[in-house]
């Protein structure tokens, strides 16, 4: 066994050669999709016109448990991959903890976050393909900017539906955009119908990414030869993200580390989902128990509070109907700094893994959040995103259990980006304006109420 | 010979035991600093009530080839350290060129540049020495976020003067130090005898880096067990330095990668003296020939347009007299994007070996900067900082030559940073508004006016 350094890099050669589809083992799949109208399972052929052929076919895979990364990806994702496994040493000695603590970093990239993993896939897929467009939605921008560097890369034009309380507060991730060649819209917009009816309804909404994604599908829909690209809760957004879990099982085996929990911030569940996705399949097959906690803003608590039911996954019901845990396409969460977590839905392969026990989940006020983050920025020399700081914050609740019971637990969790284009949050976080808002039950009916009754 | 990765990334047990101190191979060394008042040079008596005593010590030494790097910077260093050698496949296939290009990445932090490199040892020193405080000055704002970061880890209370221009342009950057716990000024301020009277002499100045160092040391000096601490141009900072052409020549030797040319952006002089400094060693000894190219802003080319003399580092006339490249101490530099290379003078080693024929340099227009910047970020999924993209700039035309001439020249760069806080001049650049400053011979008269006239 080699000695664990502060980071542990893997070498080119050890990057996963396919991505985990843990749907192969998993003992029962998620439910399928529905078409909204006829309430029967979609098929691949009414997937097709909306998503590029190669990610419905991933999408509906639920045999195979590795599915080969195309060269055309790794030449990506070579370019700021395999991403360090580290052991927060500092972090562990501020909290006085007897816990060992690592955490996969995936901020080291201009994205600055783990949504390159899947924005390079989608747009090759979409390349050899042949489209001549994408459009999508972006929340806190991440994705956004992820997928414009892949459109930049492979030369596919995009256009950027940003929700406007994160175009507001980011200003600067438009411009990043921009610069990569994307075509950036603040959503609603006057552009299309569902963002009119929105704005009509709504005047003064800062729109959600329920919304935005009504609005990037009925481009993809009206143009020739367009797609439409998610950066999230799709099973083959997952797919593409087990890079993550697959890169950190090798560095553990490498070293023997022996995960006891592994922590992640859910939103719509895809860096969560790609990085316990391999841990899991072990766990399903009886090769481990390794506890999978997940970590949600009190402000939009899909797992902790919603409800298990088929919804739409848009505020403009245009998607087909997805059995997950869900607040309500109409439910507008209020505003949180972690703009990426502000979805109302969740993966239907996390939900289910939630819903069978094989997932706990927690939820925190953003205040605690910025707690921890700052703390951890001091220690680690890593200023966090908002959205990942919710998984620290999970380690760190862990890290001082152990520090309660003497317990020398190995805690792992996803580091998923980086804060630099968060600076007004951790502003207001710095001058003690910030706000917690917690739905109240009042609230949460009132989303609950547009959950469509479909008698499932 | 390993097989040569996309990136190089150094095992922690590869990372250098020593700082590279090239003063001791040079065949002639730079003039001493001169005491303002005496014209005699500075004891090491004299400089330590203002720089902290380690650090006096590594400015004069001439002897000690390496001096070895204290185990308490060495943590720090691991935290983001080493930093990956990458061969920019991708840009060589947009240029077309028969070289092959590499560059090392110092851009890898939250800090965003190689400052970090400096500021941790200085501020390891200061702790250990038992200062109670800190001041510094910050242009472009990386070196006040590295400061601010290591202050941070260690413990040591900061106050930063920072370019009133760049902290109109990079607003987040101060959220970034404040984060990290610094207090923040514009400077010129109006709390130090010398802002006050610039404010008053040229009320609506955007400042400069030479005053911001007036102010920061004014402040050091009337505070007890307080020192200043500078993130560039002297030799003790492109000491600390080294450990970037360290790293760099220890993954050259390993891949057997043979650089012909050299290539950095020149503002004080720290990155380009750091990364340069183990390889000018060989070269000095006859091991080599490679060649070295500092790349300037034209809107400040102390290199290219410059006069070597005797100059204050400052504004103020408070720093010790240095022997320097220099466009004067009253040189206003014209607003430029990259504010980390608005200074007059110029590090008194890399003047010294430009003086005498190692090194040579050359001056570009911040809109031909931003052209190879935009490229480079798209083809390479780096976006970079301004300073950084001179350097890509020498790169760029460097290949393009031998595109040419059909030479496989090995062309290596430094690519000291991200653009992550510089989104307004990326905005100005995508606008097509980005205008050119270059001073004209009359500027460049006043400038040089105020150089003092002492005879050398």
Redesign the interface.
């Known amino acids: 066994m080699e000695k664990i350094?502060?980071?542990i890099?893997l070498?080119?050669d050890e990057m996963p050669k396919s991505w985990y589809n843990v749907k192969a083992v998993m003992k029962e799949l998620p439910d399928p999709f529905l078409h909204p109208g006829t309430l029967q399972p979609m098929t691949a052929d009414e997937l097709k016109p909306i998503f590029c052929d190669e990610l419905v076919d991933q999408e509906m895979n639920t045999k195979d448990e590795f599915i080969p990364i195309p060269e055309g990806v790794t030449d990506?994702y070579?370019?700021?991959r395999p991403s360090p496994l580290v052991r927060a040493y500092?972090l562990e000695k501020q909290l006085g903890t007897p816990a060992k603590i690592y955490f996969k970093f995936e901020g080291?990239?201009?994205s600055?976050s783990h949504k390159l993993n899947s924005a390079a896939a989608q747009v090759y897929y979409a390349k050899q393909q042949g489209i001549e467009s994408l459009t999508t939605e972006t929340g806190a921008g991440q994705w956004g900017s992820a997928l414009s560097?892949a459109c930049?890369?492979y030369g596919v034009p995009l256009d950027v539906f940003m929700v406007k309380i994160s175009s507001e507060q980011k200003?600067?991730r438009k411009?990043?955009m921009?610069?990569?060649?994307a075509k950036v819209h603040a959503s609603p917009s006057t552009e299309t119908a569902v963002g009119r009816r929105i704005l009509e309804e709504n005047p003064g909404t800062g729109g959600s990414l329920g919304c935005a994604i009504s609005e990037a599908l009925e481009t993809a829909m009206s143009r020739k030869n367009c797609r439409y690209v998610l950066g999230s809760v799709l099973d083959h957004v997952i797919l593409h993200q087990t890079v993550i879990g697959l890169e950190t099982q090798t560095a553990c085996e490498k070293y023997g580390i022996k995960p006891d929990v592994i922590i992640g911030c859910v939103g719509g569940g895809s860096n969560f989902g790609g990085l316990i996705a391999p841990f899991m399949g072990g766990r399903i097959k009886g090769e481990n128990s390794i506890e999978f906690v997940g970590i949600e803003p009190a402000s939009c608590p899909s797992l902790t509070r919603g409800r298990y039911a088929y919804d739409f996954g848009d505020t403009g019901k245009m998607t087909p109907l997805i059995r997950m845990y869900t607040l309500g396409s109409g439910f507008m969460p209020s505003p949180n700094h972690a703009g990426g977590l502000r979805y109302h839905g969740m993966s239907p392969i996390i939900s289910k893994l939630f819903h069978d026990g094989y997932i706990t989940a927690r939820s925190v006020e953003q205040s605690k959040v910025f707690d921890v983050a700052?703390i951890f920025?001091?220690?680690?020399?890593?200023?966090p995103a908002p959205e990942s700081s919710h998984a620290i914050y999970g380690a760190v609740e862990e890290a001082l259990k152990c520090k309660e019971t003497g317990e020398e637990k190995t805690i792992l969790f996803g580091l998923t980006g980086?804060g630099?284009?968060d600076?007004?949050a951790?502003?207001n976080y710095?001058s003690g304006n910030m706000v917690d808002h917690i739905p109240t039950d009042e609230d949460l009916e009132k989303g609950f109420a547009t959950i469509p009754d479909i008698g499932k």
């Open positions: 350094p502060y980071k890099y070498s080119e990506y070579r370019m700021y500092n080291n990239n201009t600055g560097m930049a890369y200003p600067y411009v990043l921009e610069t990569y060649g700052s920025a001091k220690c680690e020399g890593i200023l980086t630099y284009f600076m007004t951790y502003m710095n």
